[in-house]
């Protein structure tokens, strides 16, 4: 059982910068590849943005791009997801998630399938 912590959501406006965070914890300390999603008001979760356990893959969605960077502290355990440029688009809920068993063949997955256990999500509105 792997315990997801999500934070830093909050409102910005348009053009502003926000940092999420998503500390992982489980009985064994392990260290794993996780990824975050959002999610919009009727519309289907979607991938944000990924980095393996190791840090040195990463991938983004093509809307966040440029704009959006991901990283960790595998000393803490810790994801981050720095936003910036944000816009109302960007308006959704968040979530982290954890893939326990890593996959070589697809290191950062952006199938929301492929993880495990999800955090609670964390709100982010841009307001224009």
């Known amino acids: 059982q792997v315990q997801l912590d999500e934070s830093g959501g909050g409102l910005v406006q348009a053009g502003g910068s926000l940092r999420l965070s998503c500390a992982a914890s489980d009985r064994t300390g392990s260290t794993y590849t996780m990824g975050w999603f959002r999610q919009a008001p009727g519309k289907e979760r979607e991938f944000v943005a990924a980095n393996s356990w190791s840090g040195r893959n990463t991938n983004y969605a093509d809307s966040v791009k440029g704009r959006f960077t991901i990283s960790r502290d595998n000393a803490k355990n810790t994801v981050y997801l720095q936003m910036n440029s944000l816009t109302p688009e960007d308006t959704a809920v968040y979530y982290c998630?954890?893939?326990?068993?890593?996959?070589?063949?697809?290191?950062?997955?952006?199938?929301?399938?492929?993880?495990?256990?999800w955090g609670q999500g964390t709100q982010v509105t841009v307001s224009s």
């Open positions: 998630a954890v893939e326990v068993l890593w996959d070589m063949s697809d290191p950062a997955p952006r199938v929301a399938t492929k993880y495990d256990y």
